[in-house]
């Protein structure tokens, strides 16, 4: 069973930055896609950002500009750089993977826990 473990969320001042950090652990990992959704209280599981093995990147219209995602190829892990944080970027982060490059939630196989950022005015 592959589990995603994520880390780094915190509370920050709108503005601020904060990293998340997604390792996998358990069985062997050879997802291609990795990617980051985030849910925010009473509203849908929506798409961050998402990365190829290769290393091409798609982000949301919402965050591109102070997001970045970024993959450590040795590790299987990949990082959410935010920064330039606002109040509506507070949410649960999820970090998930999948074989087929996608925004839709639907097409990731694993998730992790989630980690809570919560952004202060």
């Known amino acids: 069973q592959v589990q995603l473990v994520e880390s780094g969320g915190g509370v920050v001042q709108a503005g601020g930055s904060l990293r998340l950090s997604c390792v996998p652990s358990?069985?062997?990992?050879?997802?291609?896609?990795m990617g980051w959704f985030r849910q925010a209280p009473g509203k849908e599981r929506e798409f961050v950002a998402t990365?190829?093995?290769?290393?091409?990147?798609y982000y949301a219209d919402s965050v591109r500009g102070r997001f970045t995602i970024s993959r450590d190829k040795a590790k299987n892990a990949v990082d959410l750089q935010m920064s330039s944080l606002k109040p509506d970027d507070t949410a649960i982060y999820y970090c998930?993977?999948?074989?087929?490059?996608?925004?839709?939630?639907?097409?990731?196989?694993?998730w992790g826990q989630g980690t809570q950022v919560t952004v202060s005015s």
């Open positions: 998930a993977a999948s074989r087929t490059l996608s925004t839709r939630k639907e097409m990731y196989d694993d």
């Open positions: 358990g069985s062997t990992f050879s997802r291609d896609i």
């Open positions: 990365i190829t093995r290769g290393g091409s990147t």
